[in-house]
């Protein structure tokens, strides 16, 4: 099976900061990766597939990058909306999740 | 519009079972796999089930497998998760969630059912 690990599981940061989350695959997964956004008592929301396209409708200042088995998601410019935990998805082989990163407010 | 609506949840007994529903609409039901992802409270997402298209293909996470059965009625358009054999570690809100192209990433979510095992 295909571990995915985030990094950092916490993260503390101002509106305008720009933040960067990592995910790493225990082997390769090419590129099948996204990214969700969830906020509390909410399902999951697409943000971003095939490690760096972002779905239609989601805001520029979200980006993804990496293959292989380093990911990041970075966000440029944090805004109020933002502050939510994020997860990274491995497809590559059926399905794994990152145990996720919580955006706070610092 | 996709709209994905579950259904079925509740409070059962460890040993238990129940059904979770999954109605689809807004797409055609048919040709997208589909999938359940699991949520216990306070932690993060676990990939539970999914299934092909055309119900041919199933494939299960290592901690359901033998308990849980995924199936699909595509006359009604609608997803069904049957789990049997419930423990306390599967209190979870349960998601469906429609599969983009290929196995690929999940595009759409319904708004989760809550099932609580416990005595």
């Known amino acids: 099976d295909i571990q995915m690990t985030q990094s950092p599981s916490t993260l503390s940061a101002s509106v305008g900061d720009r933040v960067t989350i990592t995910c790493r695959a225990s082997?390769?997964?090419?590129?099948?990766l996204a990214w969700y956004q969830q906020k509390p008592g909410k399902a999951p929301n697409l943000m971003i597939y095939?490690?760096?396209t972002l779905k239609s409708g989601v805001p520029s200042r979200f980006s993804g990058s990496g293959s292989g088995t380093e990911f990041t998601l970075t966000i440029s410019s944090l805004q109020p909306d933002d502050f939510a935990t994020y997860y990274c998805?491995?497809?590559?082989?059926?399905?794994?999740f990152g145990q996720g990163t919580k955006v706070e407010i610092k | 519009e996709v709209q994905l609506l579950e259904s079925g949840g509740g409070l059962v007994q460890p040993g238990g079972s129940l059904r979770l529903s999954c109605a689809a609409s807004?797409?055609?039901?048919?040709?997208?796999?589909m999938t359940w992802v699991r949520q216990a409270p306070g932690k993060g997402l676990e990939w539970v089930s999914g299934?092909?298209?055309?119900?041919?293909?199933?494939f299960y996470a290592d901690s359901v497998k033998g308990r849980f059965t995924i199936s699909r009625d595509n006359s009604k358009n609608t997803l069904y998760l049957q789990v049997n054999s419930l423990r306390v570690d599967d209190t979870a809100v349960y998601f469906c969630?429609?599969?983009?192209?290929?196995?690929?990433?999940?595009?759409?979510w319904g708004q989760g059912t809550l099932v609580t095992v416990s005595s």
């Open positions: 969630a429609k599969v983009e192209i290929d196995y690929a990433w999940f595009d759409y």
């Open positions: 095939k490690a760096s």
């Open positions: 299934i092909s298209g055309d119900g041919a293909n199933t």
């Open positions: 998805q491995q497809y590559s082989s059926y399905w794994t």
């Open positions: 807004g797409f055609t039901f048919s040709i997208y796999a």
């Open positions: 082997q390769s997964i090419s590129g099948w």
